[in-house]
């Protein structure tokens, strides 16, 4: 009896591994479906707004996925809406809820749970603390919490990524309750940021909502693995060329590096500096600050008068083609700038303080600058580049990282086409529009802004600037590298740029991520093609149909994301069959049609909570049935070796 109690007990812990470790099979469905997304966000609140902007550019913008975008606040959503258009959509993001309330009406949500099983349903932040959400995501009692490190739970969503990763900010974590923790903060398993359940997903990382991929690379992994949630195969199209810029700041001086006294190079020194960028096949943007303002009298020198031989070093590179300029503002320093003239302080920082900023905003008047004070600067530097250089300038970046609306209107008045400031979602500290990589401002202005800095390739591990730099490119995001090309200190910061620096910076970056360098014009072409680029994308049991609008002849990358069971068998251009495992396709100018077919169905790794309850408690009830017995059998054991005892005792007294 003892044995055969351990025998049950062993034999029901072997099947409750083997069961929980068995993949659940997502049945693809039948009929073909296409591939489009709505974001539903509500526009009365800005982090709403701004989560909107980063889930459609990733997915719209640069991977020309069908997206739409619905605002709650402006527009009342109904059952009846929902009955009519869900049948749309492949995905459904929630960002109208992040606050942690849901407009949706009981008989909304019915509908919501009643599509369940076709749409995969996204949503972010508090919204888990709706009771509906929750039912539906898996997860429940969002909030606030301070995170050091993140772990990445072994998971398809998460494979290839590390294990632990050091984010150190606040973040909104939920606790599972139905649904499986993917992504759990260090040393608190039972708290989560990333929760899957089913074919849905909650995210609670506070940086995707802000779309900080450049800090946070591992988001964008994550973000193209939730679009095959359901179990199907799904493709996208990404830019093919793995395009890299250098941009570099403040050339070829600046007024407050004269009492900084930061060291530039001498013109030998760019000369070799040239040579190196062409030996590895790079090229360099530079800023142009045309003028100096002097401080005795305010006069504006241009710094051609200056630096005459400097300037002709750097006219040569630029004819070879090593250089793309831009204007970099006329002066680098406020229109009001009597007060920078009038200044008695020789304090560095303090001079620094007066003379910002010189479009935008000026934070000692705490005002925004006149649109006829920028407009009169804009008019003034250009010009002048312009005349250096001998062509039509369409390339501006603004001094500081600092402009606003009446900066851009100036700009587009004056011919300029490309606008190259710092990487943002939302709206700045001094009024800033947000800046994204290949969006358009409201006056056309064409975004290529800085993705990261020079000093992290320059000072990064190769591991690190994979992580980093390589992810972009791997997701077919342009990257601009930012510095300012001289030795420079700055409080606290510190920057050395020299020549072997530098070629030991490329040689590392031609090593880990293979960029193609290209100027900031060139990636600003390639994405102005890319937004006149259009998809439509049909779902099938066992195939794909990827129709592709192109404005010209032109190269795309196939991104097919296959949950694991499936394998790619096929792929058809335009009627030709090309090897199954080719991602690089050229296509003809007009229409374009993809044909991908697939074998397989996904074996994806699914939360059992039910059954896992369930093999438990007959665990634990074996376990306790069979103690007793043991016991039982050992009490029985024992009372009859007693029983015995007495006996033999009770034969020899009689006899």
Request: charge should be neutral.
């Amino acid at each position: 009896m003892c044995k055969r109690a351990l025998f049950t007990i062993v034999v029901l812990l072997v099947i409750s591994v083997i069961l929980l470790q068995h993949p659940v099979k997502l049945k693809p469905g039948n009929g073909q479906r296409e591939e489009r997304i709505l974001i539903l966000f509500n526009s009365l609140f800005e982090e709403s707004i701004t989560a909107k902007r980063v889930f459609k550019w990733i997915y719209g913008t640069m991977w020309r996925i069908p997206v739409d975008t619905y605002d709650v606040f402006l527009y009342k959503i109904n059952s009846t809406w929902l009955n009519e258009n869900l049948p749309r959509y492949s995905m459904v993001i929630f960002l109208d809820m992040m606050n942690g309330q849901s407009t949706l009406g009981d008989d909304t949500w019915q509908v919501i749970f009643d599509k369940d099983d076709r749409i995969t349903y996204i949503a972010y932040g508090y919204a888990v603390n709706d009771v509906r959400a929750s039912k539906l995501f898996g997860c429940s009692s969002a909030k606030r919490s301070y995170v050091e490190d993140i772990v990445l739970i072994r998971h398809w969503l998460t494979e290839g990524l590390p294990s632990q990763i050091t984010v150190k900010r606040s973040e909104v974590v939920a606790t599972p309750s139905g649904g499986q923790a993917i992504i759990t903060p260090w040393g608190a398993p039972n708290e989560a940021l990333l929760v899957v359940k089913g074919n849905n997903a909650w995210i609670g990382l506070t940086e995707l909502g802000e779309g900080l991929f450049n800090r946070y690379s591992y988001l964008l992994s994550i973000v193209e693995r939730l679009l095959a949630l359901d179990g199907k195969v799904h493709v996208h199209i990404q830019l093919p060329e793995r395009l890299l810029a250098i941009r570099i700041d403040d050339i070829p001086f600046s007024t407050e590096s004269w009492f900084w006294r930061w060291q530039y190079f001498t013109p030998q020194q760019y000369e070799k500096f040239f040579q190196i960028l062409e030996k590895h096949g790079a090229h360099v943007n530079y800023g142009i600050i045309p003028f100096n303002v002097s401080k005795e009298d305010g006069k504006w020198i241009s710094y051609i008068e200056i630096f005459p031989e400097t300037v002709q070093v750097i006219r040569e590179a630029e004819q070879r083609g090593t250089v793309e300029v831009a204007d970099h503002g006329a002066t680098h320093v406020t229109p009001y700038q009597q007060r920078y003239v009038e200044a008695k302080t020789t304090n560095p920082l303090d001079l620094t303080r007066i003379i910002r900023f010189e479009f935008g905003y000026d934070p000692v008047l705490k005002k925004p600058i006149p649109y006829e004070l920028q407009k009169e600067h804009i008019e003034k530097g250009v010009g002048e580049v312009e005349k250096w250089f001998g062509k039509k300038i369409e390339l501006f970046i603004p001094p500081w990282h600092v402009w606003n609306e009446a900066t851009e209107k100036a700009l587009a008045e004056e011919g300029i086409k490309v606008f190259s400031g710092d990487f943002r979602f939302r709206k700045g500290g001094y009024g800033q529009p947000p800046s994204v990589m290949g969006e358009k401002s409201k006056y056309g202005l064409l975004y290529v802004p800085t993705t990261h800095s020079w000093d992290l390739a320059r000072d990064g591990s190769t591991d690190t600037i994979k992580y980093y730099i390589g992810s972009f490119l791997d997701h077919g995001i342009p990257v601009v590298l930012l510095s300012h090309g001289r030795n420079w200190t700055f409080m606290k910061y510190r920057e050395v740029f020299s020549l072997s620096n530098v070629d030991s910076t490329l040689t590392k970056l031609d090593e880990t991520v293979k960029p193609d360098y290209a100027t900031i014009l060139q990636i600003a072409s390639k994405l102005e093609q890319w937004r006149n680029t259009h998809t439509s994308i049909g779902m099938g049991a066992d195939v794909l149909t990827l129709q592709i609008a192109a404005p010209a002849e032109m190269k795309v990358k196939l991104s097919i994301i296959a949950p694991p069971g499936y394998k790619i068998e096929k792929i058809v251009l335009n009627e030709e069959e090309l090897d199954a495992s080719i991602r690089i396709l050229s296509l003809r100018e007009g229409e374009n049609k993809v044909v991908i077919r697939f074998t397989g169905e996904a074996a994806l790794q699914q939360p059992m909570y039910p059954l896992t309850i369930l093999l438990v408690a007959a665990v634990v009830v074996s376990v306790t049935v069979a103690a007793s017995i043991i016991f039982a059998l050992k009490k029985k054991e024992k009372s009859a070796k007693y029983r015995a005892e007495v006996r033999k005792k009770s034969l020899r007294n009689l006899d």
